[in-house]
């Protein structure tokens, strides 16, 4: 049976419009009709004034699908054979158009997709297990999937939800990219192809599971994500710069010696011990070019570490390591953090002090600074200064209200680049 490309249109229409229907699945039989109104906004061309062509056609159209028995056509009162009102979708053959179509039904389509769900339930790591609980009972009650996931794509679906339970895997090294794309799909480029959905999936997932971190990682940054997770385009590296001495297996690394910093690969952070360090201070920087700013005309005797927003799990170790140092030698030296003097200058700040549990203090981060460098702030938005406001509710935000409350009365955010180290700055 040959179907035209008009009633195909049409039988795919009222398919469309059936399988979005609440009741769709049901085990009770609803008496509501699935319709389609031929009108002028659906069908211009079929009330033309002075051309009945695709009128006829249309009729003949729609007449032949009822005579298969797809449809049940509704002629305007008066004027039978002549003008259409509606078609109704014949539910009683849904099989034969299905199949006439060339279409698979919902119902399979979702069936399907829970049985892949529930394989790959059964290989995620038990922290995600209940995530897919909440996706099979949507599945069950043929509700859509979070995006990007698409029961009609299996192969794709398939493909982000393996991404996605690698996510959990407990990792003792870190492992590029393209090799884990191996590991997943025998293919180098697959998982960049399929990050940002996987990324997505990491994003709902923490929020439906409502994780207190969840508002952290919906705004961290996708490096940052994966990192997390030991997942990086190639070995990374902490930037340093200041008195350090630290101890690996294959020997010692006196920070000292390097000009002007010292990039320290993140896979060796777990195996290294710190040695010594006479630093006054440790300063996180979260942008780079102010990391070089404080390398080279700071105050002497600190330690200084490129963060680079929010910080990964190595850079997280690497500090819990230092501050162990200094407390089991009885000598507590200040932690702080530089940042930029907005909203994520300060979720960063409280990020980093609450996942490495130091008691990191704010670097120039305050009223006094943000008004001497005022002048060469940014405006903020209605929207931005909404979330800004948002930080006066938490306290964990406390060290910026008053900065914050600032920030609001002038509509002015400062990016710390803007920042001059003078003598009257140092810590």
């Given at each position: 049976?040959?179907?035209?490309?008009?009633?195909?249109?049409?039988?795919?229409?009222?398919?469309?419009?059936?399988?979005?229907?609440?009741?769709?699945g049901?085990?009770?039989?609803?008496?509501?009709?699935?319709?389609?109104?031929i009108?002028s906004?659906?069908?211009?061309?079929?009330f033309?004034v002075?051309n009945?062509?695709f009128r006829?056609?249309?009729?003949?159209e729609?007449?032949?699908?009822?005579r298969?028995?797809?449809?049940?056509?509704?002629?305007?009162r008066?004027?039978?054979g002549h003008?259409?009102?509606?078609?109704?979708?014949?539910?009683?053959?849904?099989?034969?158009?299905?199949?006439?179509?060339?279409?698979?039904?919902?119902r399979?389509?979702?069936?399907?997709?829970?049985?892949?769900?529930?394989?790959?339930?059964?290989?995620?790591?038990?922290?995600?297990?209940s995530?897919?609980?909440e996706?099979?009972?949507?599945?069950?009650a043929?509700?859509?999937?979070?995006?990007?996931?698409?029961?009609e794509?299996?192969d794709?679906l398939?493909?982000l939800?393996?991404?996605?339970?690698a996510?959990?895997?407990?990792?003792?090294?870190?492992?590029?990219?393209?090799?884990?794309?191996?590991?997943?799909?025998g293919?180098?480029?697959?998982?960049?192809?399929?990050?940002?959905?996987?990324?997505?999936?990491?994003?709902?997932?923490?929020?439906s599971?409502?994780?207190?971190?969840?508002?952290?990682n919906?705004?961290?940054?996708?490096a940052?994500?994966?990192?997390?997770?030991?997942?990086?385009?190639?070995?990374g590296?902490i930037?340093?710069?200041?008195?350090?001495?630290l101890?690996t297996?294959?020997?010692?690394?006196?920070?000292?010696l390097?000009?002007p910093?010292?990039?320290?690969p993140?896979?060796?952070?777990k195996?290294?011990?710190v040695?010594d360090?006479p630093?006054?201070a440790?300063?996180?920087v979260?942008?780079?070019?102010?990391?070089?700013?404080?390398?080279?005309?700071?105050?002497?005797?600190?330690?200084?570490?490129?963060?680079g927003?929010f910080?990964?799990?190595?850079?997280?170790?690497?500090?819990?390591?230092?501050y162990?140092?200094?407390h089991?030698?009885?000598n507590?030296?200040?932690?702080?953090?530089?940042?930029?003097l907005?909203?994520?200058?300060?979720?960063?700040?409280?990020?980093?002090?609450e996942?490495?549990?130091?008691p990191?203090?704010?670097y120039l981060?305050?009223?006094?600074?943000?008004?001497?460098?005022?002048?060469?702030?940014?405006?903020?938005?209605?929207q931005?200064a909404?979330?800004?406001?948002?930080?006066?509710?938490?306290?964990?935000?406390?060290?910026?209200?008053?900065l914050?409350t600032?920030?609001l009365?002038?509509?002015?955010?400062?990016?710390q680049?803007?920042?001059?180290?003078?003598?009257?700055?140092?810590?």
């Amino acid at each position: 049976m040959k179907l035209s490309n008009i009633q195909k249109k049409v039988l795919n229409t009222l398919l469309d419009r059936y399988e979005r229907r609440r009741d769709y699945g049901s085990a009770e039989k609803s008496p509501r009709r699935t319709l389609l109104r031929i009108d002028s906004k659906s069908f211009p061309d079929y009330f033309h004034v002075s051309n009945s062509s695709f009128r006829l056609m249309f009729n003949a159209e729609m007449e032949a699908l009822e005579r298969l028995g797809f449809v049940k056509l509704e002629w305007v009162r008066f004027d039978r054979g002549h003008t259409l009102e509606r078609v109704a979708l014949a539910e009683e053959m849904l099989p034969d158009i299905y199949q006439a179509l060339g279409r698979r039904s919902k119902r399979e389509i979702y069936r399907e997709a829970a049985e892949y769900l529930t394989k790959l339930k059964a290989a995620a790591p038990p922290l995600i297990r209940s995530y897919y609980d909440e996706l099979l009972h949507r599945l069950a009650a043929y509700e859509s999937l979070p995006p990007p996931l698409r029961p009609e794509k299996n192969d794709e679906l398939i493909d982000l939800l393996r991404g996605f339970n690698a996510l959990f895997v407990p990792r003792e090294e870190e492992i590029a990219k393209r090799a884990l794309s191996v590991q997943l799909y025998g293919d180098s480029k697959r998982w960049q192809q399929l990050e940002k959905g996987i990324l997505q999936l990491l994003r709902d997932y923490h929020r439906s599971a409502g994780d207190t971190d969840a508002e952290a990682n919906a705004e961290a940054d996708d490096a940052t994500l994966l990192e997390e997770r030991g997942i990086v385009n190639n070995p990374g590296h902490i930037l340093l710069a200041g008195p350090l001495v630290l101890a690996t297996p294959r020997g010692q690394i006196d920070l000292s010696l390097f000009e002007p910093d010292l990039g320290l690969p993140t896979r060796m952070v777990k195996e290294l011990a710190v040695v010594d360090c006479p630093a006054k201070a440790v300063v996180t920087v979260e942008n780079l070019t102010s990391f070089y700013q404080y390398v080279l005309e700071g105050p002497p005797e600190r330690l200084a570490i490129y963060l680079g927003g929010f910080a990964g799990t190595a850079r997280r170790l690497f500090l819990q390591k230092l501050y162990r140092f200094f407390h089991e030698r009885g000598n507590p030296v200040p932690f702080y953090h530089w940042g930029d003097l907005d909203l994520g200058g300060f979720k960063i700040w409280r990020d980093l002090r609450e996942k490495t549990g130091i008691p990191i203090r704010p670097y120039l981060m305050d009223e006094k600074t943000y008004l001497k460098y005022l002048h060469l702030g940014q405006p903020i938005t209605e929207q931005y200064a909404q979330k800004l406001a948002a930080l006066l509710e938490d306290d964990a935000f406390a060290p910026f209200h008053t900065l914050i409350t600032l920030i609001l009365e002038k509509k002015i955010r400062l990016e710390q680049e803007a920042i001059s180290l003078l003598p009257s700055d140092e810590t």
